[in-house]
């Protein structure tokens, strides 16, 4: 039996999700969770990969297991992982889909935030970028603009990556102020390594008069990651959604 893992969490502690040695992360935490709770070896598959102090508002995971769980089954399970789990991750709901359904392959856009304070805001350490810069936020949208007529993302990609391509396809991406807070929204079918705070870097440096629609545009043709910004900090991207075709039809 499939099935599919709703959660969301705060990356702060943890390096990612992806496990892997000497460090805790979010897979890790939570395939041992369910593995002493079902009382089986159990294998995780996230919908992607995110770095070291990034957020999951919306996150999904599959995994398959031999057992046949009830409703009831399930809702204990919801209630005994939340218990046990850590307060920074949460788990919403776990159904039964069909074998075929992939928590990463199957999805068809993802969206992300990235958040910025203008102003120190001591509630929000962790959870946004502190940053008391003079943006024009109208510049930066025309930049997101001119992003999303490409779909060759090389300068944006971590640069030691084993991606086989950077083609993605941006579907949305634009700023928004309310106050002091700046919040940089963007969709896409797939992401690269670090491109979403590679991009938001490079919008702030436009933004701040720093680099021209034409310099921006001469980015992202170059395809080298050392033309583009610097990629902003961790602590203020958060996954917001992850979409499925038709995800309710492919529920048993």
């Not at 209630?79 to 359904?101: M, R, T």
């Not at 810069?133 to 990556?161: C, H, P, Q, W």
């Amino acid at each position: 039996m499939r099935y599919f893992i709703k959660l969301a969490y705060d990356g702060t502690a943890y390096h990612g999700w992806q496990a892997q040695k000497n460090a805790i992360s979010i897979q890790k935490v939570l395939t041992d969770a369910l593995a002493m709770m079902l009382r089986e070896d159990v294998s995780l598959t996230g919908c992607g990969r995110t770095d070291t102090g990034v957020h999951a508002r919306e996150y999904f995971a599959h995994m398959d297991s031999e057992k046949e769980l009830s409703r009831e089954q399930v809702g204990k399970l919801v209630f005994n992982l939340n218990s046990y789990l850590g307060k920074d991750i949460a788990v919403y709901d776990i159904f039964c889909v069909k074998a075929d359904v992939h928590a990463r392959f199957s999805a068809i856009q993802r969206t992300y935030r990235y958040y910025i304070n203008l102003t120190k805001d001591p509630f929000s350490v962790n959870r946004s970028y502190y940053h008391n810069g003079s943006f024009d936020t109208g510049m930066m949208n025309r930049g997101a603009e001119l992003i999303m007529k490409y779909s060759d993302f090389t300068s944006f990609s971590k640069v030691d990556s084993d991606t086989k391509t950077k083609i993605c396809k941006i579907t949305a991406a634009h700023w928004e102020r309310n106050g002091d807070l700046l919040v940089f929204t963007i969709s896409a079918n797939r992401f690269l390594r670090n491109m979403v705070r590679a991009i938001v870097g490079t919008l702030l440096d436009l933004g701040s008069g720093k680099m021209s629609l034409r310099e921006l545009k001469l980015v992202i043709e170059a395809k080298n990651r050392s033309d583009a910004g610097d990629s902003v900090p961790a602590c203020g991207l958060f996954l917001e959604k992850v979409e499925y075709k038709d995800l309710m039809s492919d529920i048993r």
